[in-house]
């Protein structure tokens, strides 16, 4: 009796429950230890009331980094330009707390306790919304779950390509071409539809398609420098590691290090960073993550142009019968 098939089934066996195991890490642990690391917030006002605050925020050692300002406007512009999530200003009557729910409802809801927490008793703390999130979305919870579709739609588009032996421009153009159509689908869903984000159209489905290009980009790149394993290889990357490091339904810094910083490096994470600037906050910090999706498809695209074609399979020549040579052949003839 054969062994192999035991051994297959024993493979699986063990294979199944390693790959649960890294999928409850990579999803679970992230989001069983949220809390703030380094995030940025602001704090302005008269000086001994507003180092009052500081000094508030930073009693919990590497939770807050915290920006001072002169006045409300200043703290108000850092907040439009992604610079801050939110600022706490000393008034006469109290702390005045300036959030950006479109930038992390979860963030603006940690701000409004750790203020009306380290406030005097008795004292109301006023919130404003800065940059409210939109009303079709207010907890932030559909764009969240828009990163894992975005993913799967790129992972596809990479498979794809790849599986149907698409090479050199011919799968560099499917890719393009399939990006682009997602991201219009996407912005027809999200924005003409759900309500989900609010910014210029035609910016948001370019900043769809973008994501989706850079995941199919990756995916296929990855196939064509390792074969069939760079799928799932790039499955692992965009899936697995991307969409639950991406931040996207909380913020960066408030997962566990290096889990943001890394989150931000992949596709998923930066696209969703990127669509939260382009929808809300008219373009401000969309540097980076421009910068880093940009990277993914350009790289991705290179392998995929560069990439050799699998030769055909050439039928083998036709060979003739050998004549008989010499006495042989006469012998045959005369006969």
Avoid: C
Avoid at 59 to 88: C, K, L, S
Avoid at 161 to 174: C, D, N, P
């Amino acid at each position: 009796m054969s062994t192999a098939p035991n051994r297959r089934a024993v493979a699986v066996i063990l294979l199944i429950p390693l790959m649960v195991t890294l999928a409850l890490w990579a999803f679970a642990w992230p989001a069983a230890r949220i809390a703030p690391r380094d995030l940025p917030v602001g704090v302005a006002g008269a000086a001994p009331a507003a180092e009052q605050l500081e000094q508030r925020f930073e009693q919990r050692d590497g939770a807050f980094e915290v920006h001072r300002y002169a006045d409300e406007a200043a703290a108000r512009a850092a907040i439009e330009d992604r610079v801050v999530y939110g600022a706490a200003v000393a008034t006469p009557q109290g702390p005045h707390l300036l959030t950006a729910s479109a930038a992390s409802p979860v963030v603006s809801q940690l701000l409004r306790e750790a203020v009306t927490a380290s406030a005097p008793e008795g004292t109301r703390v006023e919130v404003t919304d800065v940059v409210a999130a939109p009303a079709g979305d207010p907890r932030g919870s559909a764009l969240g779950a828009s990163v894992l579709p975005l993913a799967l739609a790129g992972m596809a588009a990479g498979a794809v390509v790849t599986l149907m032996g698409l090479r050199g421009a011919r799968g560099a153009l499917t890719l393009l071409a399939a990006s682009a159509l997602v991201g219009l689908a996407a912005a027809a869903v999200t924005h003409s539809w759900l309500g989900v984000v609010t910014g210029d159209w035609w910016t948001e489905a370019g900043v769809l398609a973008l994501t989706v290009l850079a995941i199919g980009s990756a995916v296929a790149g990855l196939a064509a420098l390792f074969g069939p394993r760079g799928i799932g290889l790039g499955a692992l990357l965009m899936a697995l590691l991307g969409n639950s490091f991406s931040g996207v339904t909380s913020a960066p810094q408030l997962l566990p290090e290096p889990v943001g910083a890394i989150g931000q490096w992949l596709p998923p994470g930066a696209g969703g960073s990127l669509l939260r600037s382009v929808a809300f906050f008219d373009g401000s910090a969309a540097g980076g993550p421009l910068l880093t999706l940009s990277l993914w498809s350009a790289l991705g695209l290179a392998a995929v142009l560069l990439a050799r074609r699998t030769p055909k399979s050439v039928e083998p020549a036709r060979t003739e019968p050998a004549e008989p040579a010499g006495p042989a052949r006469e012998s045959a003839l005369a006969g």
